[in-house]
């Protein structure tokens, strides 16, 4: 089964530190750019970052979340990650991981794109 599952969510105080991971399964995980995207209540998806396949595995933040935020990841373990401090009240949402991509068959390219269930981050007092 295609998949990725969220886990590490839930309750922190404001200013605290959350580590967030996300599991894949199913797919040739290494070759696809992985994403975390939020969704506070009540409001739309937000980019929050990413991380690209290649070597350089170059990472691209939101302007909300640089300097607080890290993403990373282990192919041969097919897990990314999201490492956050300095919470804020207003980083609290849903957080959900993505991989997208393309992939050949039959000699044409084809778009491939998973999403997970989401984990809650809950920034309060």
């Known amino acids: 089964e295609v998949q990725l599952v969220e886990s590490g969510g839930g309750m922190v105080q404001p200013g605290g530190s959350l580590r967030l991971s996300c599991a894949a399964s199913g797919f040739t995980f290494g070759r696809y750019d992985m994403s975390w995207v939020r969704q506070a209540p009540g409001k739309g998806p937000e980019w929050v970052s990413s991380i690209r396949t290649g070597g350089d595995r170059s990472t691209y933040f939101a302007d909300s979340v640089k300097g607080r935020f890290t993403i990373g990841r282990d192919n041969a373990d097919n897990t990314m990650y999201l490492q956050m401090s300095g919470l804020k009240p207003e980083d609290t949402a849903v957080y959900y991981c993505?991989?997208?991509?393309?992939?050949?068959?039959?000699?044409?390219?084809?778009?491939?794109?998973?999403w997970g269930q989401g984990t809650l981050v809950n920034v309060s007092s």
């Open positions: 993505n991989a997208r991509g393309t992939f050949t068959r039959y000699g044409q390219d084809r778009e491939f794109e998973v």
